[in-house]
């Protein structure tokens, strides 16, 4: 089975940045999309980037400028780069990854903590 594993995430201080990793295992081939998602305390889960085989890129309104996604199609890693960071990038990042399908199958790490304060 599909298996994603998050690392990188911490402590830092406002304006510091951060690198975080996810390493999918398990699968038979490529995946169509892999993206991060942020969960703030008492929050919604949101879309913060995301990045599929051919290289486009997507980043949610709260991520542009500052956050940037990068993947290595070969070994099913994605990385996201984290600068400029804010008390409210707090929380839990979630790793995700897409399958082609169909039918279209979502896979889902269990999520890494970021901390952002002085």
């Known amino acids: 089975q599909v298996h994603l594993v998050e690392s990188g995430g911490g402590s830092v201080q406002p304006g510091g940045s951060l690198r975080l990793s996810c390493e999918a295992s398990?699968?038979?081939?490529?995946?169509?999309?892999m993206a991060w998602y942020h969960q703030a305390p008492g929050k919604e889960r949101e879309l913060v980037a995301v990045?599929?085989?051919?290289?486009?890129?997507n980043y949610g309104d709260s991520a542009k400028g500052r956050f940037f996604i990068s993947r290595d199609n070969a070994e099913n890693t994605v990385y996201l780069q984290m600068n400029n960071l804010k008390p409210e990038d707090t929380g839990v990042y979630y790793c995700?990854?897409?399958?082609?399908?169909?039918?279209?199958?979502?896979?889902w790490g269990q999520g890494i903590q970021v901390t952002v304060s002085s």
């Open positions: 398990g699968s038979m081939g490529s995946f169509n999309s």
């Open positions: 995700n990854a897409r399958g082609w399908g169909p039918p279209v199958s979502d896979y």
């Open positions: 990045a599929n085989t051919g290289g486009w890129k």
